[in-house]
């Protein structure tokens, strides 16, 4: 629609350019009242409370909280008639980091900020669910999904556990994360395993300590947590298929108490990164048979502790193609890249994955500081674009 108005001219829909710029206004203001208050996993309790009162004052048909103890759903119900029911997912809680900004809505609890941009997540989201309940002009329903614990707890899990896929008839889920070092206006990803599976393991030794000038009597569980760490690395290099991806990081050893003392234990710790299960698999049978082969021939126990967490993030390939003809028509067609190459970080938006199909997305965050840096910050002029999209989506898979 073209034409002028009083308050600016006419853009999507009838609305004015001062209008749309308010807008984004105020979902960055909802952005900032999020970044103030961070919360750490399943404590997310005044952000959920935030999130649900949005929610309910944009009229959404139903509106249920407590889902993986601190998730909320919202869903709205497309005024044309029966159709499916899709899911748009966004992610609470915070990171335990100490903020290095001086921005005006930096975090005012201390050890605590929203250093990956769930912030702006949450924010986009909730935005979204205000023009999709102000006009919804499509079949069937929308389940906004607000999750709490995507950082090491698992929340996707949680509320899956708790009913998610039964309390809602959701047939297709996406997700989006922002990307920073991506531009501003830019979008990505794949199909097939975006992100990896992500897994630790702790190898606690048992030997027989004494004093270091006479270590002939001693069984030195420094010296085989050596050997460990370089076995470790072989895994990659000697293991696994070349064309495969793994990552075995040692991260943690920890042994010793003085110089002139040989230790009776240590403790070596670490991540796995995969892309695929066959190689998962293969990682961690590797990882036990070195354990128990240097624990033989250092003459000291090796308890082998592994625990699978997030598994890989799989997009499914017509979803992906359905998720970048979107990107499309918001980004414009120079601005997507639909086979970006897999990051080994993991993300447990996979656990939707599993169940459902559909794709996970990454939407350029500029040149900001990188995820988990206490300097991050979520660029808000990325709001728009992910509303939109969001907004987009919608109405390709509904309308």
């Known amino acids: 629609m073209e034409g002028t108005h009083e308050s600016g001219e006419f853009v999507n829909g009838g609305e004015t350019r001062e209008g749309q710029a308010a807008e984004w206004r105020e979902v960055a203001a909802w952005r900032h009242h999020l970044h103030e208050r961070p919360e750490l996993l399943y404590e997310t309790h005044e952000t959920a409370a935030f999130v649900a009162e949005k929610l309910r004052e944009f009229g959404c048909e139903r509106v249920e909280t407590g889902l993986g103890r601190t998730g909320v759903v919202g869903l709205v119900r497309g005024t044309r008639g029966d159709g499916p029911t899709i899911a748009l997912r966004a992610d609470m809680d915070a990171l335990p980091i100490e903020e290095e900004t001086n921005l005006p809505w930096r975090s005012k609890t201390q050890g605590m900020m929203h250093a990956c941009g769930h912030d702006g997540h949450t924010a986009m989201l909730l935005g979204a669910a205000r023009r999709l309940a102000r006009s919804p002009d499509f079949r069937g329903a929308v389940a906004l999904i607000f999750q ?121 710790s670490g991540t796995v990164r995969t892309l695929d299960e066959a190689t998962r698999t293969l990682a961690e049978r590797r990882i036990r048979e070195c354990a128990a082969g240097i624990g033989m021939g250092h003459g000291v126990e090796i308890a082998t502790e592994y625990v699978r967490h997030y598994p890989v993030t799989r997009n499914d390939a017509g979803q992906v193609e359905f998720c970048a003809g979107v990107a499309e028509k918001v980004f414009g067609a120079d601005a997507v890249n639909s086979d970006i190459p897999p990051l080994m970080g993991g993300e447990d938006f996979s656990f939707m994955l599993n169940e459902r199909p559909g794709a996970f997305v990454f939407i350029g965050n500029g040149a900001s500081a990188s995820l988990h840096h206490p300097a991050y910050d979520f660029d808000d002029t990325v709001i728009p674009l992910g509303v939109r999209y969001w907004e987009t989506l919608v109405e390709r898979a509904l309308g």
């Open 148 to 268: 709490p614990a995507e950082e090491g707890g698992a929340g996707a899990k949680a509320m899956i556990d708790d009913g998610l896929f039964e309390r809602f008839p959701i047939e297709a889920v996406y997700g989006m994360h922002n990307m920073p070092g991506m531009a501003v206006g830019t979008f990505g990803t794949r199909a097939g395993p975006i992100m990896a599976a992500t897994d630790e393991f702790n190898l606690k030794i048992a030997g027989r300590g004494g004093h270091a000038a006479i270590p002939q009597l001693t069984a030195d569980p420094i010296l085989a947590g050596a050997a460990l760490v370089q076995a470790l690395q072989q895994i990659a290099s000697r293991n696994a298929d070349p064309l495969a991806s793994v990552v075995v990081s040692v991260t943690q050893f920890h042994g010793g108490f003085a110089r002139n003392v040989i230790p009776e234990t240590a403790v070596v």
